[in-house]
């Protein structure tokens, strides 16, 4: 460890953060779509985390209940995965540390419909065409003063995976998310993850509260 909590502080006032969060939604008519489990919390306490550090946060997020209130967080509320990269993309220009924690489709429908879809006999095939993958995307623009962090989900071979996509996204760091535990993962109040930097470290943090979880990730961050 090179830095201690009170030092980490004095670094962030002032830093300009992006947080993207959320799943997104990709519609298939005006009714219908596709999107996944993700509720965002994770990334809502991390916002709350940096913004009490005194960071500036802007927030990307999926459509999500989650509310924050707090003077040094702008939110930008996207739908879907095209509408992600392109805010994405934009905020990252100006940032020095981005965190995409977003559960960003990994495919759309190829065509959306106008009008709701009326049921018929015979089966329905949708045609998912891939999205653009965001993180990869910040990795290639990076900047060298700029830090890149990522998250992951995985169920099998869990850390060869994380560390695969360490290097392949060019992060600095990333957090992998485990769904082998009680208590850690969608839409519960804790969480446990194991964060992995570019330098070989890896920490595993216990069970806890999303919020501490946050306050763990934020000072490995810090530490980077
Ligand atoms: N991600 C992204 N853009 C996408 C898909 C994912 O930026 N279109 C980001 C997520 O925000 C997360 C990281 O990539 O930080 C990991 O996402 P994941 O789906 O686990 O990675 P993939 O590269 O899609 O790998 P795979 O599906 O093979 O596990």
Do not use: W
Request: charged share 30%.
């Amino acid at each position: 460890e090179k830095g201690t909590a009170d030092d980490n502080l004095s670094k962030i006032a002032g830093k300009n953060i992006l947080i993207s969060l959320g799943g997104t939604f990709e519609e298939i008519d005006p009714i219908r779509g596709i999107s996944n489990r993700s509720s965002g919390r994770m990334g809502f306490e991390l916002a709350r985390v940096f913004a009490e550090k005194g960071a500036e946060v802007s927030l990307i997020t999926g459509p999500t209940q989650q509310i924050i209130e707090h003077s040094n967080v702008i939110r930008y509320d996207v739908k879907n995965a095209a509408q992600m990269y392109d805010k994405t993309v934009e905020c990252f220009e100006n940032c020095d540390i981005a965190i995409l924690s977003a559960a960003v489709a990994d495919y759309t429908p190829k065509s959306t419909f106008d009008t709701k879809l009326k049921k018929k006999t015979d089966n329905l095939v949708v045609e998912l065409v891939p999205t653009k993958d965001i993180l990869a995307e910040l990795g290639r623009r990076k900047k060298e003063n700029q830090i890149l962090v990522g998250f992951a989900l995985e169920t099998d071979n869990e850390l060869e995976n994380a560390k695969e996509k360490l290097t392949r996204k060019k992060l600095d760091c990333i957090v992998l998310n485990s769904l082998n535990d009680q208590g850690a993962g969608f839409n519960v109040p804790t969480n446990k993850v194991t964060i992995l930097d570019a330098k070989g470290n890896i920490y595993n943090s216990d069970l806890k509260s999303k919020y501490e979880v946050a306050l763990d990730i934020s000072e490995k961050i810090l530490n980077l």
